[in-house]
């Protein structure tokens, strides 16, 4: 059956691993498969839920985009844009947010980590950014999401609002709701200097990350570095509880390899983190650097990029323009 598919990444630079494994790859395979209509949206709008500097803000845009087709994502089959280029985005956010209750938006846990202690102090955007997020997804009718574990919850409110509008405005099936993609055992890719921290752009250590624009020698030596424990590899996914570092990196190596983490355990299990992290050191490096090499050529052709923005931008636009009109039909506008 073909899926539609909608998802979306904040230009906010330094993408890594986790971006990769939990999300980019998983797009590129929808992509591949041509039954799939598939919509990647650089989203610019969520970006500045969190202070931005406007200079990197214009470059993390393109970067974003360099980064989704040096992947793999064909901007031929799929359509590439950035979110502030299409009105409706915005737009469908307010109107969500009229009917999305603020208890729903109190349990959202992305909210409480980033705000931190002093909640007060955060931006009213990032508090209604799942809501941002729900009108992403409803304007193109998307039935698949695929994200990383952490927008699970914001996944399931957009679930929530798409009913809430359709009972609301007794319009049964207007709003889809959407289903999410979500891999088990790579969805949360974990710092390499924390196996119980998620992989983050903000971590102040660059160890931590492995960023999709490093070169060969730099995902060589944080490999090396990263934290592992004394044990033997084990043959058998039971005996990887209360090991996060061994978890995090052996279904690291199964993820970029498209194989079973079981399959992993069968490879190495019994032998030496050094041997292992000698093929991690390997695979990774084969993977992420042709990447990292294509995006730092197509960062320097800004007019092609620029280009595809506006292609999308303009078939997004085609698509979100009408299920706007409708909605706006459908409150009484
Ligand atoms: P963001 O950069 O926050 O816009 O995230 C883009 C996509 O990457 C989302 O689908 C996230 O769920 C996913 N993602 C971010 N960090 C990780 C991680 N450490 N492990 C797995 N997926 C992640
Ligand atoms: N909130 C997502 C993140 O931080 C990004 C995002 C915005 C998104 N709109 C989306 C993901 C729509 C999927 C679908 O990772």
Request: charged share 30%.
């Amino acid at each position: 059956m073909s899926k539609k598919i909608f998802s979306g990444v904040q230009p906010t630079g330094n993408l890594h691993l986790g971006n990769y494994l939990g999300a980019i790859k998983n797009f590129v395979d929808l992509n591949n498969d041509i039954q799939n209509e598939c919509i990647f949206c650089v989203v610019d709008l969520h970006a500045i839920t969190v202070k931005q500097d406007k200079d990197q803000l214009s470059n993390n845009i393109l970067e974003t985009a360099a980064t989704f087709i040096a992947s793999g994502i064909d901007p031929t089959k799929s359509i590439i844009f950035n979110q502030s280029k299409v009105h409706a985005h915005a737009e469908g956010s307010w109107i969500l947010s009229c009917l999305a209750p603020m208890g729903w938006l109190n349990r959202m846990t992305q909210f409480k980590e980033k705000a931190g202690k002093d909640k007060e102090k955060a931006s009213v955007g990032l508090y209604i950014y799942p809501i941002l997020m729900a009108s992403d997804i409803l304007l193109y009718d998307a039935t698949h999401v695929p994200v990383g574990e952490d927008q699970k919850q914001h996944l399931e409110l957009t679930r929530d609002i798409a009913q809430k509008f359709n009972k609301d405005f007794n319009c049964d099936d207007f709003l889809k709701a959407p289903e999410p993609l979500i891999k088990k055992n790579f969805a949360r890719i974990m710092s390499l200097k924390d196996g119980l921290k998620k992989m983050s752009k903000s971590d102040p250590s660059d160890l931590s990350r492995i960023n999709l624009t490093d070169t060969k020698d730099e995902i060589i030596n944080k490999i090396k570095k990263a934290k592992t424990d004394s044990y033997p590899i084990p043959d058998e996914e039971k005996k990887l509880i209360d090991r996060p570092e061994a978890q995090n990196l052996l279904s690291i190596y199964s993820s970029i390899s498209s194989q079973t983490l079981d399959k992993t355990l069968v490879e190495f299990g019994g032998k030496k983190f050094s041997e292992f992290k000698n093929q991690l050191a390997e695979i990774l490096s084969s993977k992420i650097s042709p990447i990292s090499e294509e995006i730092k050529k197509l960062i320097n052709d800004q007019e092609y990029l620029n280009k595809v923005l506006a292609e999308g931008a303009s078939k997004a636009e085609d698509i979100a323009g009408k299920k706007i009109k409708e909605m706006k039909k459908i409150i009484g506008f």
